[in-house]
């Protein structure tokens, strides 16, 4: 029995959402209405702390959601990560804040008046320097470590999560694909 743990990209990315529904509660329903098809081959889990943050963008389906997804928490500490890992995620961040600090003091030193356009580019740029491709949350890393822990598939459009899948051997598949597969089971 294939095992997946859901990211909420799943159901609020305009991309990832479309094959179940228009809008995350249209997709949620739409989900559920095709998972429950596939009970007996397939079991779908995620974290309470991703249900929770579901619940913002989905605010009628998540209740129903735990008909058909499980929620579960990881062991967090029962799981091992071998030390390499955390030691290239520091220097990530590392590398990352020095950037930020980089895009931050060329903003400075050219610090207008009127400078709402400069600064929503800081943001962008900054937020880009500092979030993409990495995990950058809780419920993230905890999507990725119950996937270690049980051996699941973890479903996402997330960089950083696929990236962390990666260098960790967890499965994965691109949320934008995830219909496709879960009609062949």
């Not at 159901?11 to 429950?36: E, I, L, S, W, Y």
């Given at each position: 029995?294939?095992?997946?743990?859901?990211?909420?990209?799943?159901?609020?990315?305009?991309?990832?959402?479309?094959?179940?529904?228009?809008?995350?509660?249209?997709?949620?329903?739409?989900?559920?209405?095709?998972?429950?098809?596939?009970?007996?081959?397939?079991?779908?889990?995620?974290?309470?702390?991703?249900?929770?943050?579901?619940?913002?963008?989905?605010?009628?389906?998540?209740?129903?959601?735990?008909?058909?997804?499980?929620?579960?928490?990881?062991?967090?500490?029962?799981?091992?990560?071998?030390?390499?890992?955390?030691?290239?995620?520091?220097?990530?961040?590392?590398?990352?804040?020095?950037?930020?600090?980089?895009?931050?003091?060329?903003?400075?030193?050219?610090?207008?008046?009127?400078?709402?356009?400069?600064?929503?580019?800081?943001?962008?740029?900054?937020?880009?320097?500092?979030?993409?491709?990495?995990?950058?949350?809780?419920?993230?890393?905890?999507?990725?470590?119950?996937?270690?822990?049980?051996?699941?598939?973890?479903?996402t459009a997330d960089e950083g999560m696929i990236?962390?899948?990666?260098?960790?051997?967890?499965?994965?598949?691109?949320?934008?694909?995830?219909?496709?597969?879960?009609?062949?089971?």
């Amino acid at each position: 029995m294939e095992q997946f743990i859901l990211d909420t990209s799943l159901f609020v990315n305009p991309a990832c959402r479309k094959q179940f529904g228009k809008t995350p509660d249209a997709a949620v329903t739409g989900f559920m209405r095709a998972a429950k098809t596939k009970k007996k081959k397939a079991q779908f889990y995620m974290p309470p702390l991703v249900f929770k943050e579901l619940s913002h963008f989905a605010k009628k389906g998540v209740s129903r959601l735990s008909t058909v997804v499980k929620k579960r928490a990881p062991n967090l500490y029962g799981i091992y990560i071998p030390a390499a890992i955390l030691y290239s995620f520091i220097e990530d961040v590392r590398h990352r804040v020095n950037k930020g600090l980089r895009l931050a003091e060329e903003f400075a030193q050219d610090n207008q008046p009127d400078n709402q356009p400069k600064l929503n580019k800081l943001r962008a740029k900054y937020r880009e320097a500092m979030r993409k491709g990495m995990v950058d949350s809780k419920e993230d890393l905890e999507i990725i470590l119950l996937a270690y822990e049980l051996g699941a598939i973890v479903v996402t459009a997330d960089e950083g999560m696929i990236e962390m899948a990666n260098k960790i051997g967890v499965e994965w598949i691109e949320a934008e694909n995830f219909g496709k597969l879960l009609k062949s089971l």
